[in-house]
């Protein structure tokens, strides 16, 4: 079993190939659009399935499009050993974000299928459908509702829209990915879920290691925050007179930057911001915008937005105008601790690859779906390293060497907790 | 002559009908949405060519569909005393910007008839298309054609598109108001050009005046800003590594709005901006903005423009994070001196109503349609009071009395120019 090595040649010629066909930006970018559910997503969805098929899984699809591809184990009344992750990507996204995750778990399967590799637990892949929500509001929004620990429930999971106002119950079906096994684990449960991913960050890089063993993922929340003032004409309104909701706006979001980067709890960021208005020669009256706040602790990520809100309590106080704000918790994901069981299974196959210097143990800084499955069964995940920490960008990038080191400790890691199992220790 | 009276309740009743008619918001708002060449602009025009047929004009249209009604006059080879305005709103507008100076032209014309009062020149109506510029890009734009004046021509005003890609050509032509006539003011000229309009700034009310008269329209230019970052996660990307467009966008936002204050030489505003990222987990790599700013003359705006681009350039070297900026300048309109002979004429004319008192000379804050004929004919302005100096909202307001009293204005502007012309004077 210690000899049982992954084929890093195909993996990465699988993973460029699939990248290649199915939403890659024009050339020369490496960029991928990847939406999830879009028809490049389906298309990569059945290539998936039939690849699966032919290592004799058998693939189960669940009624939020979650693809579950389970390779028999001997033991009876045993749950699956899950590998998952996320083929669907940002509209400017990367090769690796998710992708790699699958791909390495398809890799494993391969391995143990070529080699006849027997195994106590069933053994599935995952591809955990809109992890990115970049398309329908909501990220990690399938694993989510399968925990059952997500205030997004089924239901209201269906019925977020588009930009084009598709539901995403439709886009399901149209996409043949409406599945009839219940999204939830207590009826579709797993023994334990790992999940290899690229850091996305630069720590590993920059402490020159190749290998993160991850022990949590830091907590988040997101705000959407209502800048009103009063509309008026560019032309004939007094700069005395304004009460100008972008101005504010503007002020706000370097707060946000100026906070996060003042009290060194997290990392506080906007990117999306609407204006009322569409003609240049209006003041606007009202400017939305996203506040996404993350911190290694639930309670740094209250201190830090409760910090922020001060300072936007000054910044409205001094422009004395009436503009004003409200705010709207959004979503959140609280921090979320990973399992012995699994972090251990993970650093021991590290070592099996790279001597001990080059393994860190981390906190990820961005949401997975590991974190929801955390909350139902023993997670943990394994990080490669990012080049230069780019991620949801065109240029994110992973060398062959780290992605196939990744897929091995992926393997092993299974492989260890199997060994586990089969010797009735877990 | 001088007891030549307009009919005030005929005027406000028809200027209220139509507007709850044709473009109205929903109750209890009392705004407008009548974007040009909407179903509801094609529903006003026709009305408005059906009521100027009626009283004996003749109605021309050209290629920018540009109404012209023609009322005769006795003297051969006379080109027309125009009164024009325009009936398009802003997407949430008023009742009075534009609509009120239009209505009160046909006012004018029906109590011309009514009392059968022969004129030595042709009188006549102007509706010009798309004052707004906030359906298809382009504010007067035209009045712009027209006069000839305008960088933007023809060929690329029809080309301009809306938001659904519908090019400003096919929608002259859906509603049946691409003309023949060419909009060329040289084959389709006037005597002289007057407007009467809301003031849409609170000096007329806060100088407890009625009239205003007007001398001339400040300068006003147009940049289109764009600032460029890195785009990273907003998980994953520590603080002190981003290079945040929006952040970097946000200080450029507040540095114009401060530099306007701060030099005093005129107003700056930005009312639309756009992130390139509609996810909230993303640092967005682009931001685009753009920068009204409109001064009494065009030296203050070009001195106004370098203050505030080189406040732009320390924010930038403050943040030293590789964010940039680059700047598109993308319309303008110089100042516009108005003329003696129908500045004369207007406060001739309101000297008949009210007390000298109760006038003031202005500059117009606001670009008009006038602004475009004064470069090719004699032209002035009537301003009457906007209360608390609303404009381009659905708050925006005149009384029914201050409307009444700038059509009897104009009414005897008009009359006072053509008296002039029949004495040989002009």
């Known amino acids: 079993m210690a000899a049982l090595r992954i084929n890093a040649e195909r993996l990465n010629a699988t993973l460029q190939s699939t990248c290649t066909s199915w939403g890659a930006l024009a050339a020369p970018s490496t960029g991928m659009c990847r939406l999830t559910l879009s028809p490049e997503d389906k298309k990569t969805r059945d290539w998936l399935v039939q690849e699966c098929e032919s290592l004799g899984c058998e693939v189960k699809v669940d009624q939020m499009g979650n693809i579950f591809a389970i390779r028999p184990g001997?033991?009876?009344?045993?749950?699956?050993?899950?590998?998952?992750?996320?083929?669907?990507?940002?509209?400017?996204?990367?090769?690796?974000?998710?992708?790699?995750?699958?791909?390495?778990?398809?890799?494993?399967?391969?391995?143990?299928?070529?080699?006849?590799?027997?195994?106590n637990c069933p053994i599935g892949l995952i591809d955990w459908t809109n992890e990115e929500g970049a398309r329908f509001p909501g990220a990690m929004m399938a694993s989510g509702v399968w925990s059952t620990k997500s205030s997004t429930r089924l239901e209201a999971c269906w019925a977020t829209q588009d930009q084009e106002g598709l539901l995403m119950k439709q886009a399901l079906k149209e996409i043949g990915y409406f599945g009839s096994v219940l999204c939830d684990y207590r009826e579709n449960g797993l023994?334990?879920?790992?999940?290899?991913?690229?850091?996305?960050?630069?720590f590993l890089e920059r402490a020159n290691k190749t290998v993160g063993v991850v022990t949590s993922v830091q907590g988040m929340k997101w705000f959407a925050v209502r800048v009103t003032g009063v509309e008026g004409h560019s032309g004939t309104t007094p700069m005395p007179d304004r009460s100008d909701a972008l101005v504010t706006a503007s002020r706000l979001i370097t707060a946000v930057r100026d906070t996060a980067r003042q009290t060194e709890l997290g990392v506080a960021t906007v990117g999306v911001i609407n204006s009322d208005t569409s003609s240049q020669a209006t003041i606007p009256a009202g400017v939305d915008f996203i506040i996404d706040i993350r911190c290694p602790t639930d309670d740094m990520v209250d201190q830090l937005a409760t910090a922020v809100f001060k300072a936007f309590d000054s910044v409205v106080q001094e422009e004395g105008n009436g503009t004003a704000y409200e705010i709207k918790r959004t979503w959140g994901l609280p921090e979320s601790k990973f399992h012995t069981r699994c972090i251990d299974a993970v650093r021991a196959s590290a070592?099996?690859?790279?001597?001990?210097?080059?393994?860190?143990?981390?906190?990820?800084?961005?949401?997975?779906d590991s974190a929801w499955t955390s909350r139902v069964c023993p997670t943990s995940m394994i990080f490669v390293p990012s080049k230069d920490g780019i991620s949801h960008n065109p240029n994110e990038y992973t060398s062959p060497e780290h992605c196939a080191l990744g897929a091995q400790i992926l393997l092993h890691a299974v492989l260890e907790y199997d060994g586990k199992v089969q010797k009735g220790e877990y």
């Open 191 to 202: 023994e334990c879920h790992f999940e290899l991913h690229i850091e996305q960050g630069p």
């Open 74 to 119: 001997t033991a009876k009344d045993r749950k699956p050993i899950a590998m998952g992750s996320h083929m669907d990507t940002q509209p400017a996204g990367g090769r690796y974000d998710g992708i790699l995750g699958v791909q390495a778990a398809l890799e494993v399967l391969r391995t143990l299928h070529e080699n006849n590799m027997p195994t």
């Open 351 to 368: 070592l099996k690859e790279v001597s001990e210097d080059q393994i860190m143990d981390m906190k990820s800084r961005a949401g997975h």
